[in-house]
């Protein structure tokens, strides 16, 4: 498939219907992995005592946030393989098996037994199957971060952007906050840490059940069947004329000579994104049990609203990229993170009030997300039609995964948690400069989903 073919057809016309649907999927399929993953953060104290026990809280603590790197370093082989795949054969297929194995995944965590009870196979267990979901949540990113962006108006791009990653990424906290209210009130004090945590992974099967059906009747992209047309009509005409060319798989056409570049440059982005993210987002419901000592049901009130802002915030960021190019859009976010982020997390311990911790957590929030926001309409115009999925999947999979585990970091830095709050201000600080290189680094890139090539991105 050439890059002129690409170039040369404008993609089909699809009704607003099948677009909110595609958006609407891409969404609600992104929020439901993170869903599940921060069902795991909202529980690590309670799973480091029971799966990780340590004289050391810290260590404990490292130890649960180890296994969420886990799952993220098994994120680029999940892209790798349901990236190819939607690449080839469509994005629906991969998203539906990709959420429904992490919802069945997480609901499997609420099955395992603790150390008290299986002694050192309860830890094997419990990272067998996290390196399980991980490669489930890869598929779902490959999939997600395509087809709602593929679907809609060049206009809306960068709104649906900010909407898909980083709104769903805050619905799915919101969810899982909510989630976590309910089963705090439902098993108070110590019926929490005997059942609630399990019930807590169980509702990964109402994630399960409800994106198989909303993903079921779900239409491809616009910009796929065009593809997907263009090639059985250039196969069909080689049929009559010559013999058909041998056309490299997605994955080996992303590691050859023309888009190795731009696959390591976006990484300088999305290692800056996915930091940020994790250690602000990620990071807030330990550091508001630790470090902030709020309550359960503060704590639970004062992340739903962080969650909310986040979804305002990055569709924000996102759609603001559409007047001032992506790249604008990373260089100023860059600049205002690097000075706000480590000066939020200094002034987190000093606050006097639950609602003044709460504006804080709030600005954390918003601010750790604003940074990724317009990252997945960025990689989506780095990569042609034929390989986008794989493209965005890995570069967003291995940019996360190294992000992922900065918490880990954090909490071995950190000698107990009145160190946590310099600790995260001096990593924070140090993300957000690679962040704000790859954004001089990067090119502009608005405007070139349907004519991506290595050519006008090098």
Known sequence: MSVAAQNGAAAPAVDQRQVM???????????????????????????????????????SLAAVYASFAVTLLMRPLGSALFGSYADRRGRKGAMIVAVVGVGLSTAAFGLLPTVAQ???????????????????????????????????????????????????????ALLASVTFLAMSALFPGDAFDAWGWRCMFFTGIISSMLGLFVFNSLEESPLWKKLAAEKAAKATAQVKSAPIEVVRSPLKTLFSRDYRKILFVNLLLTIGGGSGYYLTSGYLPTFLKVVSHAPNGAAA?????????????????????????????????G???????????????????????????????????????????????????????????????????????????VSLAAKDASQLPMTLAVFIGAISVIFLVGAFVVPETLGKLEGSSARNHA
């Open 21 to 59: 649907g595609a958006v609407v999927a891409s969404c609600l399929g992104w929020a439901l992995d993170l869903f599940d993953l921060f069902v795991l953060l909202y529980v690590a104290p309670v799973v480091g005592r029971l799966f990780f026990p340590s004289e050391h809280a810290m260590l």
């Open 118 to 172: 299986a002694g050192l196979l309860a830890p094997i267990l419990f990272l067998l199957l996290r390196l399980i979901q991980g490669v489930f949540v890869g598929g779902v990113v490959a999939s997600t971060h395509t087809i709602g962006t593929e679907s809609v108006a060049p206009k809306y791009r960068g709104a649906v952007s900010g909407l898909i990653g980083g709104g769903g990424a805050g619905l799915g």
């Open 301 to 333: 009130a004062i992340l739903m609203t962080c969650s909310i802002a986040v979804v305002i915030a990055s569709i924000a960021t996102g759609h603001l990229s559409t007047f001032i190019g992506r790249k604008g859009a990373f260089v100023w976010i």
């Open 335 to 409: 600049m205002i993170r690097l000075v706000a982020l480590p000066a939020l997390f200094l002034l987190l311990p000093t606050a006097d009030s639950i609602m003044m911790v709460g504006v804080y957590a709030v600005l954390l929030s918003a601010l750790g997300s604003a940074g990724y926001a317009p990252i997945l309409i960025f990689l989506n115009e780095r990569f042609p039609t034929s390989i986008r999925a794989t493209g965005t999947g890995l570069s967003w999979n291995i940019g996360f995964a190294i992000g992922g585990m900065m918490p880990t970091a």
